[in-house]
């Protein structure tokens, strides 16, 4: 077998040990396992690492350890603990206007100020934002839950989700530390909209919904500066 | 395997997020198992197993709101568990890889009975990989992650795990043959 062979069959056996072997790519590694008595002996030596290794096994963890989880959490639900500050009335810009909603939910939106930066991609962020913002909130309403909103960022650009229970239309007001901006009658159910410049990673996206010109939820969500490990 | 629902987590976590402590317990009823195991398995020290999982949880609950919900949970607190490990693993990197002399110290097949020898000999193997190997064979082996799921568990792309994994099994191989345990 040449070296490229080698690595395509050990691939295949590799696959199949794992059960992640197709149908075509299995009727291959039969072939190749009738024609060549090096590949059953490759084969007979990866099955008796993997079974091993199997046997490896579950531990049982120690009795009191769900206890002492549960007891070393912080007395705040995670709402609370990153509950968004105080807003600060009336230093924000609202001058920003709604430039278009497009099909399928999505909306175009306009800045006040600034130009869009450069449109980043990545995957979606399993790691918390390293300032401790978190990228997803819950809106809370004085009468229950409003809704949930998520930030995210893909090929496209910066992705902002927002799901509304609300009964009634709401605007929502949207800002960064450069621009802000303005998005009227968002109705009940998923609204993705595109925020493309806004919110770089590491800045903090701070939104307010308002029915008939009164603040009913808030929220500040915001994306790590990179990807990594959840720490 | 883990068989669990994503939509059953998803509930769990958002209930958590909510303030309903019972449901983050049940999430760690859920995952307390293969946690504690995926970092005993990656630092052989029970205690600091225990105290990684403790670790884990604690972060996963602080950062419930952080969690994208397009991964698996438990792919999410899997990903905490090992980058905890692995910061362990680098505080006492002097002391890794273990030496074939130390591992030679093992007991002998007669104070130990032939099963439990050949675990110990595993687990010396194991522990001679670089953390990273061993990393993806405790996804693979111990909690029975896809590839799928352990690219997202280990941040990496399907094509490298699966690298990986080949690496790790070659190298294993190897040293299991040296003593004769395969």
């Known amino acids: ?231 | 395997m883990v068989l669990v629902s994503e939509q059953d987590d998803g509930t769990l976590v958002q209930r958590s997020i909510q303030g309903d402590r019972a449901a983050f317990e049940q999430l760690v009823v859920r995952y307390q198992k293969p946690v504690y195991n995926v970092a005993l398995k990656l630092l052989r020290d029970a205690e600091e197993a225990k105290d990684i999982a403790q670790t884990t949880f604690l972060k996963a609950f602080e950062h419930l709101q952080d969690y994208d919900r397009n991964y698996r949970f438990y792919s999410w607190i899997y990903r905490i568990a090992i980058n905890e490990s692995l910061t362990v693993l680098g505080r006492r990197k002097s002391l890794e890889p273990i030496s074939g002399a130390e591992l030679d110290e093992s007991p002998g097949p007669d104070l130990e009975a032939e099963g439990e020898q050949t675990r110990t000999a595993i687990e010396d193997a194991l522990m001679r990989l670089t953390p990273e190997l061993r990393a993806v064979v405790v996804l693979r082996h111990v909690v029975q992650l896809s590839y799928e799921d352990m690219a997202e568990a280990l941040a990496l792309p399907e094509k490298t795990v699966k690298s990986r994994l080949y690496s790790a099994r070659q190298q294993l191989r190897g040293i299991l043959e040296q003593q004769g345990a395969v």
Not at chain 1, 54 to 76: F, I, Q, T
Not at chain 1, 137 to 153: E, F, H, I, K
């Open chain 1, 1 to 231: 077998m040449s070296a490229s062979s080698t690595e395509h069959t050990m691939e295949l056996l590799q696959a199949e040990l794992d059960g992640e072997l197709d149908a075509h790519s299995r009727a291959e590694l039969a072939r190749l396992l009738l024609a060549d008595p090096r590949v059953r002996s490759l084969r007979d030596g990866l099955r008796r690492v993997g079974g091993q290794l199997d046997a490896l096994g579950h531990v049982e963890p120690p009795a009191g350890l769900k206890d002492s989880v549960m007891r070393s959490l912080p007395a705040a639900s995670p709402v609370a603990a990153s509950r968004p500050r105080p807003w600060r009335s009336g230093s924000w810009r609202y001058a920003a206007l709604l430039a278009g909603v497009v099909v399928t939910g999505a909306a175009v939106v306009r800045l006040t100020s600034g130009q869009f930066g450069p449109e980043a991609e990545m995957a979606g962020t399993l790691a918390a934002p390293r300032s401790g913002l978190p990228s997803v909130a819950t809106l809370a309403g004085a009468g229950g839950p409003l809704g949930s909103v998520s930030l995210a960022r893909d090929a496209a650009g910066m992705r902002l989700t927002v799901e509304l229970a609300a009964g009634v239309p709401l605007d929502l007001r949207v800002a960064d530390r450069e621009h802000s901006l303005e998005i009227n009658g968002l109705g009940q159910g998923r609204t993705v909209l595109r925020l493309p410049g806004l919110a770089d990673a590491g800045q903090p996206l701070e939104l307010r919904f308002l029915a008939s010109g009164h603040e009913v939820a808030q929220a500040q969500v915001q994306l790590p500066a990179a990807s990594g490990g959840a720490q």
